[in-house]
């Protein structure tokens, strides 16, 4: 007796706006990065009238789709645009395009992005990012935004921000692992060759007196470190390994990652932890104990601050997805 075939799951149809002036790098990474999710994604381009726009390069682009796709999204992805034009209001015809937008469809931007929806007063109140260099401009425009400048993205539920340029990448494969997890967001970064996962933020990339000459790097200790997650690692294990004073070591890993060694292992710890909680049958203290956490205590109360919710609705959630 043959088995009858559940129906194909509908793939979740994302939704990119191209607004004038459009960067043409992170405009085509929804496509890229989705699109490279097993057939999980749907993605279009769509304009505000369905004409051409001019891209911050040389030349214009061309889309397919006018505004009304945006209202068939499950995911809408603002591109960003170049900083000359943003002006504090929104560009013609955008307010009717996002009013098209589903109350329940989940939106993303990516660099200035933020602006087009700290315009349209989607950000109120939220937390939210965007280029580290607009960081005072945007204050200065939109007061009642809570702006974290030293984030790769933000993820504030039904809108997510990023920062500039490959942000985007790293926000997109976010949008993969949360819908789908870690194995499959991991296959799509070995796939487009990028990282799985940054550590640190953007505090990383900011302008920043260049470390003298011959300055040692802390990286071939992080890589030792995240070989070792099991083990009670300390900042003097982490100092001695990169034979630095315990003071160097510190400030040299904050300039490179972002974070402090202690928060970074802690991101870590968190992130092979939902691995194996998506991939085994390990109870919640066996992968407590392998990833460096001291107690399945731990691993809950960190596991919470880091994405709200316990192992086990973790776990729950993933299997049911798959």
Sequence with gaps: ???????????????????????????????????????????????????????????????????????????????????????????????????????????????????????????DGRRATTHWQLAGLFRSMYPHVELDPDVLFVDDGRILTSAGAASGVDVCLHLVREDHGSRLANTVARCCVVPPFRDGGQAQYIEQPVPEQGAASTAATRAWALERLGEPLTLADLAAHARMSLRTFARRFDDEVGLSPGRWLIQQRVARARSLLESGDLTVDQIAGLVGFATGASLRRHLHAAIGVTPQAYRRTFRTMR
């Design 1 to 123: 007796m043959q088995r009858t075939k559940r129906p194909a799951r509908r793939p979740e149809r994302v939704v990119v706006l191209a607004l004038d002036g459009v960067y043409p790098f992170e405009l085509g990474i929804p496509a890229r990065i989705l699109g490279a999710a097993d057939g999980r994604y749907e993605v279009l381009t769509c304009t505000v009238d369905g004409l051409p726009v001019r891209s911050n390069a040389d030349f214009g682009i061309t889309v397919d789709h006018g505004p009304e796709v945006l209202a068939t999204a499950d995911t809408v992805v603002i591109a960003p645009i170049s900083p000359d034009r943003v002006t504090g209001g929104l560009p013609d015809g955008v307010a009717a395009a996002l009013a098209l937008v589903r109350p329940e469809a989940r939106i993303v931007s990516i660099c200035t992005g933020a602006f087009v929806l700290a315009a349209a007063g989607l950000l």
